[in-house]
């Protein structure tokens, strides 16, 4: 059973920076493409950034390119979203997500079948 952990969210000014984390378990994820989805109040679900577990080529969101990163430590299992130059309308709830056998980075949240929990990112101004 395939399951997904994120952690790291929290408390951050304007500016600043945030690394989250999710533990993916259950699976061998070389086929798989992994995703960061969000979402804010009274907001739909939206692509941030993914990663194809195999390669490691990776597609971001407009919104976010050149101040977020994604890679993945095949080692610990572990996909990571770096944040930088926070923004306050970059608070959301953020989610891991897994595309299974996936050969392209899709953006559609009805694309992956597996989601993590949810972590908090709140950015204050």
């Known amino acids: 059973q395939v399951q997904l952990v994120e952690s790291g969210g929290g408390l951050v000014q304007a500016g600043g920076s945030l690394r989250l984390s999710c533990a993916a378990s259950g699976r061998t994820f070389s086929s798989y493409v992994m995703g960061w989805f969000r979402q804010a109040p009274g907001k739909e679900r939206e692509f941030v950034a993914a990663i194809r577990w195999s390669v490691g080529s990776t597609y971001y969101a407009e919104s976010v390119k050149g101040r977020f990163t994604i890679s993945r430590d095949n080692a610990k299992n572990t996909v990571y979203l770096q944040m930088d130059s926070l923004t306050p309308e970059d608070t959301a709830i953020y989610y891991c997500?897994?595309?299974?056998?996936?050969?392209?980075?899709?953006?559609?949240?009805?694309?992956?079948?597996?989601w993590g929990q949810g972590t908090q990112v709140t950015v204050s101004s």
């Open positions: 997500a897994a595309d299974r056998g996936a050969s392209l980075i899709k953006t559609q949240k009805n694309a992956y079948e597996y």
